[in-house]
Each structure stands twice: as C-alpha cells, then as structure tokens.
C-alpha cells in the first residue's frame, strides 16, 4: 500500500497520559499536515510541516501538543497530559511539494482514533 | 478570513438519480483552489474533485462535476446516477493558491444516503 499510513487506528489513554500518533507520508511526498475531527464536525487544520521543518503550526492548541517530522522515520503528533476533550479522530495528509499555484490534492491517511477514558 | 459553508446537514436521493449537494467559500485571495472529498462510514478521507479558480471549465471526474459559480463564491458537487456506495459524508475544502500556507479549510460536511 503506497498511501498515506497511520499508526495506530485505535488508541486509547487515560487522562494525564501521553498519546503519539505517526504518520508515514505517501512516497515521494515531502509535505504533512494533521488534522484534527470532532465527532460529527468537518476536519481542522492543526499543522502543516516539511522535513525537520513546522512550516504552519496556527491550528495547534498552544499548550500540551507538539509535533515532528524527522530526516528520517514518520511524522509524529504528540499529546502531553491528555484530557477528555482530546478525543476526536486524528488525519495525516500528505502532498508532493506543492509550490504557488499547486492544485495537487492532500492525500489522508486513514486516521487515528483517539480515545480519552 | 477563508470559510466554507455546508448548509445541507444531510440529503437523500434515490439511486440512479443526481444530487447536487451545496457548498459556497469566502476568500479573499485571488487564487484559490477547491476539493470535495468523501468519507464513507468507515472513516477515511477519498478525494473526489478539484477545482481551481482560475480553470475556465467546470471540472469533472466520472460521474463527479462541479458546477462553480465563481461570482456567487459556489462550488456545487454534481453526482450523478447514484449509487448505493455514494452513501457518505460529503467534505467541500478550499486552499489559498497565493500565500504558501497550504492548509485546507473544511465545510461541515452532508451526509448523503442513497436509497434503493
């Protein structure tokens, strides 16, 4: 499967827990975003990265989450002291560089489902 | 500030027949590109359709079109001959083409059930 792959579908914590959620682009993509989908809402836009860049982190909540994406391995969302609230499907996506003017499309992973207890 | 506007919670149409399922966009940028994907009940995200602002025809992908009405800032999703399998929520995206922030802006999303 050459897509988008995350890592794990499934993941449950308890509050105050740490939750890491990867992403592994499609080849020969350089770009990843995450999103973030409350049940039963539209996806929103946390953060946007390159290699060992965060080219456009406006989305992302100011405090307990982070993200990465290495020279080398996935890129990684993570969630410091997790709460209730945080429980929502997480979306990967990735696209070739896209430049001005790209109409090239992000292609999603098919998510994380994160479950607070 | 960009934002995408879904006023259709959920639609039904009876297979074999079209749907048009609603999306209208503000932006302020003067180039900027417009997607449509589909999230069936599994969860995944498949995109649909593109449309740039700049592209002189409506594009079209199988029996996917949209019909964009750049003046009245819409970007209809045309499906046509339904199917069973076309029953999904249904997500209208916009990307700025200008600034090189590359996120997509996402529309509430309708949920289209397609019946016998």
Known sequence: NAGVMQNPRHLVRRRGQEA???????????????Y??????????MVYLQKENII???????ERFSAEFPKEGPSI???QQVVRGDSAAYFC????????????????????????? | AQKITQTQPGMFVQEKEAVTLDCTYDTSDPSYGLFWYKQPSSGEMIFLIY?????QQNATEGRYSLNFQKARKSANLVISASQLG?????????RSLSYNT??????????LQVFP
């Open chain 2, 86 to 94: 076309d029953s999904a929520m249904y997500f209208c995206a916009m």
């Open chain 2, 51 to 55: 449309q740039g602002s700049y592209d």
């Open chain 1, 93 to 117: 996506a990735s696209s070739p560089s896209p430049g001005q003017g790209s109409n090239q499309p992000q292609h999603f992973g098919d998510g994380t489902r994160l479950s607070i207890l």
């Open chain 1, 77 to 79: 969302l993570r969630i």
């Open chain 2, 102 to 111: 590359d996120k997509l802006i996402f529309g509430t999303g309708t949920r």
């Open chain 1, 20 to 34: 890491r959620l990867r992403c592994s682009p499609m080849k020969g993509h350089s770009h990843v975003y995450w």
């Open chain 1, 56 to 62: 456009d982190e406006s989305g992302m909540p100011k």
């Open chain 1, 36 to 45: 973030r989908q409350l049940p039963e809402e539209g996806l929103k836009f």
